[in-house]
């Protein structure tokens, strides 16, 4: 469900093109295709991304670039381990249905 907690979040700087179905449709090839393959080397990522680039190519009839897809994966990536560090800590949790985070009390009395 983390593609939940990052699809939730607006007010990103979107790249020009990637609309919110773009990144939407994006994250659901990636998690799809790292249900089947690691990406444990260099070349299993190139061969990802080239996938990933004609499968968005093919969906919305647009010339997407290796480099931007390249790009947006990394973004992705970096958002997740973000949530995945905070959520890590007890007490902090995401409440999916509110679309928003819980602290602790004293980490929010903390935080003031």
Known sequence: MLYR???DNVGFPQMEGWSFDVEKRFMFFILDDNTRVTM??????ELAMERWTRALRCH????????????KFYE??????TYT??????GIWY???MSEMHFPLTMRESMM
């Open 40 to 45: 444990s080397n260099d070349a299993a990522a």
């Open 76 to 81: 992705f990536k970096g958002r997740c381990n």
């Open 95 to 97: 409440d999916y249905e």
């Open 60 to 71: 919305f009839r647009r010339r997407f670039t290796i480099s931007e897809v390249h790009t």
């Open 85 to 90: 560090a905070i959520t890590s800590n007890p």
């Open 5 to 7: 907690r990052y699809l």
